[in-house]
């Protein structure tokens, strides 16, 4: 079956701009989650979301970055003011439920701000 | 806090060498420890979990509570087992996974 998607794969922007990053989870997974992958940083998660429950936002850099969730399905995180240090891949993956359950990666959005 | 360490950006050995790519954890609880791999220009996908405690593509990993340590291992490298590893935790009651830096695996002929 289909796995995660996400869109756009590349992005180039202009410092000061907002950016809109899209992830279409696995259908049935209720879990989502969006990580950033940096060059020597590793993989940094940024908020999660779990069926109807509010997410979990602790791994937010700064108040210029928020995410939603859209009848339980397809999720965006939107960065405002963008600044060069937000390049970086970013991430989405779902599970079937929070727990024990393995993550399924996207293929990432890569983000270049100028 | 949680916290993952892979000391080794990078790794390298010739085809047939063993390897093992090393993980360090800090977690007062009980963890749950994955490896990922990332091959070029693929998705980031599970390797193995310790819970399974199975072989995968030849891959195996113990985890060590006394040493904190999660250590990934393969008795013969392969070249196409060059790629990204990323060891990962996850704490008890948590729903996220906390990642390391990751290292690099380069196979050579």
């Known amino acids: 079956g289909a796995g995660v998607s996400q869109s756009p794969s590349n992005k180039v922007t202009e410092k000061g701009k907002d950016v809109e990053l899209r992830c279409d989870p696995i259908?049935?997974?209720?879990?989502l989650y969006w990580y950033r992958q940096s060059l020597g940083q590793g993989l940094e998660f940024l908020i999660y979301?779990?069926?109807?429950?509010?997410?979990?936002k602790s791994g937010l850099p700064s108040d210029r970055f928020s995410a939603e969730r859209t009848g339980g399905s397809v999720s965006t995180l939107t960065i405002q003011r963008t600044q060069q240090e937000d390049s970086a891949v970013y991430l989405c993956?779902?599970?079937?439920?929070?727990?024990?359950?393995?993550?399924?990666f996207g293929p990432g959005t890569r983000l270049l701000v100028l | 806090a949680q916290r993952v360490t892979q000391p080794e950006k990078l790794l390298s050995v010739f085809k047939g060498a063993p390897v093992e790519l090393k993980c360090n954890y800090s977690y007062s609880g009980s963890p749950e420890l994955f490896w990922y791999v990332q091959y070029s220009r693929q998705r980031l996908q599970l390797l193995l979990r310790h819970i399974s405690r199975e072989s995968i593509k030849g891959f195996t990993a113990d985890l060590n509570k006394g040493e904190t340590s999660f250590h990934l291992k393969k008795p013969f490298a392969q070249e196409e087992d060059s790629a990204m590893y990323y060891c990962a935790l996850k704490g008890t009651g948590y729903s996220t996974l906390t990642f390391g830096k990751g290292t690099m695996l380069l196979v050579s002929p």
């Open positions: 993956a779902s599970s079937l439920e929070s727990g024990m359950e393995t993550q399924y």
């Open positions: 979301f779990q069926g109807n429950s509010a997410p979990d």
């Open positions: 259908s049935g997974h209720t879990a």
